[in-house]
């Protein structure tokens, strides 16, 4: 199990939700050597996994939207995998639905989202893909209360996510 020290958690807690769930990533980027990679999935749990997968898709979306999301290589990441499950089961049902709307895009799309592209192609995708934007906005209005109900949960289920060491 992956160990964090109790007073990591206490200082990132003390410093904001975000910072609490970076605690738990940072460790999990560092135990896959900071890629994700298929010899490197087993090494986290499912919760460890979906704890990730918000981190990364917070941190992409909150860049630059579902397009570079999709474009760093992480929408099979967060779309083939149970994510949005795990979020409604984890009381993020909001959310969850969106994931699930956003999902609907990309597998209609998947083929053409995932190709490589210039940058010009890339920055023309944002009107390709409208479509991303209504989400974005939903997510970005709703991303304060979501970092903080995933906290919550992380916080109640601790054993899930580490093995917390004094």
């Known amino acids: 199990m992956i160990e964090i020290t109790d007073a990591a958690l206490q200082k ?27 010899e490197t999935m087993s090494l986290l749990t499912g919760e460890q996994h979906s704890l990730l997968a918000y981190q990364i898709f917070r941190d992409e979306v909150m860049a630059g939207g579902f397009c570079q999301l999709i474009q760093n290589g992480y929408g099979g990441y967060i779309f083939d995998n149970p994510f949005a499950k795990v979020m409604r ?3 993020v049902e909001e959310f969850s ?13 998947r083929k053409d989202l995932e190709k490589e592209r210039t940058d010009d192609e890339f920055m023309a995708m944002y009107e390709q893909y409208e479509a991303f934007d209504e989400l974005e906005e939903a997510y970005l209005e709703m991303e304060e209360q979501v970092t903080a109900l995933i906290a919550s ?14």
Do not use: R
Not at 12 to 17: F, L, N, T, V
Not at 155 to 162: I, K, N, P, R, T
């Open 12 to 38: 990132a807690a003390g410093e904001g939700m975000d910072e609490f769930i970076q605690v738990f990533t940072n460790k999990y980027k560092e135990v896959i050597g900071g890629e994700l990679a298929a």
């Open 89 to 91: 089961l984890w009381g």
């Open 97 to 109: 639905k969106l994931i699930y709307k956003a999902k609907k895009i990309f597998d209609a799309n």
């Open 153 to 166: 949960y992380v916080d109640d289920h601790l054993e899930l996510f580490a093995k917390i060491i004094k």
